[in-house]
């Protein structure tokens, strides 16, 4: 029953499970979820077997479906496939691409954020995951990369066709390296050897996608739930938010679990006043963003007593994800996650970070605790949740570290005039109590700077080779965006 579709080859035949027509467009897929009866059925040649029932896809929000169809360096991809993973600190989706014929890439989606990666043939076996320490550097392919993260993940569901099905809530490890030229390396345990791909950041609009989820479908009504402190009705704006406080009591409640069992809660004294409003809207830098959580949090540089604090306001806008407003003693900044990782020299005071060819020097280190939070994160936000913080500068613009115990994340961004802060937000009126220590003059960081377009450029060539040399007969399948939502927090600023 196999049969030829115009330029693109697909192979067709009817479900063991129920008769329906299970399709196969990509000559990488061996399995298949039937979207009929959710059968799972595994391609052998010309036969088709039946091998269990897929449990039910969880609602990820995506603004992405089975057959959207994109260009990446101009070349067609289509949506053939979805994997839908479990970690402990969250969930993630991944799409399943088939690019220009027979090679199939991962696009993987988390809180906003995408990377487009590309099967990586390993040059020496991976190392043991247990090997791979949170922080430490390794060199892959000859290229250096640092560990950001190392997960137990488990899938939760599937749809459509997949090169690769692992086992339903079997767990396995997944780490995650990244450069400090923006590349993503991620190792899956899944298999022996362990598969590797290789990506980078990319942004929604630029893949000129066609056939994606209709909006008013994905309509992000609000759930709520009752203060498990004080009976107070909570509600939930954002689809994937870990963690929210009550508004009534200030508890922080825990959305790890779903908000229909027990929920566990912290009570919060002392409540912080945002100077910004939770909830309020304002363009930074051409973008429309929206106030959806606060942190206040304390530093101290070790084997010094003399505490600091700032103020960090979580904003969100639909096609860029999270970022960071970062209310310091000596300014204002807006910075976000970064997608690789920044390459450390030197220690102490003369220490710096080199990132996209940039480098920055070290201007602070110290411990950091987050002592109040209010509104909703994507992470599980945690009182008392401590790092170790390393901040550094170029000019305007800014890079931080943030170490804990499982993770290491990187934000990068530029310092924001105050006045800017406070008229972007509407509170001109205010303008005074947004006030830093900013004396020197800084001119206004909106609109596309050259260093942005030169980065832009940097990176377009950067991804030519890793389509080039990424061959389609790998025998790898997916990839992991297990970290992207994980960070225990993206700005750390003295
Ligand atoms: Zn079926
Ligand atoms: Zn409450």
Known sequence: MAEEQGAQRAYRAPCPGCGAPVEFRSAQSAFA?????????????????????????????????????????????????????????????????????????????????????????????????????????????????????????????????????????????????????????????????PSAYLGRAVELEGLQLTGLRDESAKDEKGRSLDCPQCGSSVTVTLADSKSITCRACNSLIDLTKGIGGELRHAQQNEPVQPLIALGSAGQLQGVQWQVVGFQHRMGAEPGDDEEFGWNEYLLYNKQRGFSFLVDAEDGWSLVKPTTGAPKLSGDGPAASATYLGKRYQQTYAYN?????????????????????????????????????????????????????????????????????????????????????????????????????????????????????????????HK
């Open 368 to 492: 950091a605790e987050t002592t109040y939070v209010a509104g909703e994160f994507y992470w599980q936000v945690e009182r008392g949740q401590k790092t170790f913080n390393r901040d550094f500068a170029a000019g305007k613009a800014l890079l931080s570290m943030e170490r804990s115990a499982s993770e290491l994340t990187w934000s990068s961004g530029d310092r924001m005039e105050s006045a800017a802060v406070a008229s972007a937000f509407k509170l001109d009126a205010k303008k005074d109590m947004f006030k830093r220590d900013d004396a020197s003059p800084v001119s206004a960081s909106s609109g596309v700077g050259c260093g942005t377009i030169i980065i832009i450029l940097v990176i377009i060539f950067m991804l030519l080779p890793i389509l080039a040399t990424c061959s389609g007969s790998s025998g790898g399948s997916r990839t992991s965006g297990g970290s992207y939502g994980g960070y225990s927090s993206g700005g750390s």
């Open 33 to 193: 979820v039937c979207g009929y009866c959710h059968s799972t059925v595994v391609r052998n040649g010309d036969t088709l077997s039946r091998t269990g029932s897929m449990a039910e896809l969880f609602d990820d929000f995506s603004p992405l479906q089975l057959f959207a169809a994109g260009r990446i360096q101009d070349k067609p991809f289509t949506l053939v496939g979805r994997l839908q993973y479990s970690y402990p600190g969250g969930r993630w989706t991944e799409w399943v691409a088939a690019l220009d014929g027979d090679r199939t890439a991962i696009l993987s989606e988390d809180n906003g954020a995408f990377v487009f990666a590309l099967p990586l043939e390993l040059q020496q076996p991976a190392p043991p995951a247990d090997s791979l320490r949170v922080g430490a550097t390794t060199a892959v392919n000859g290229k250096s990369y640092t560990v950001t993260s190392n997960e137990r993940v488990a899938l939760v569901s599937a749809q459509g066709e997949l090169p690769r099905l692992p086992e339903v809530g079997r767990e396995f490890a997944v780490v995650e390296l990244r450069s400090e030229q923006g590349l993503v390396l991620s190792l899956d345990y899944d298999t022996e050897p």
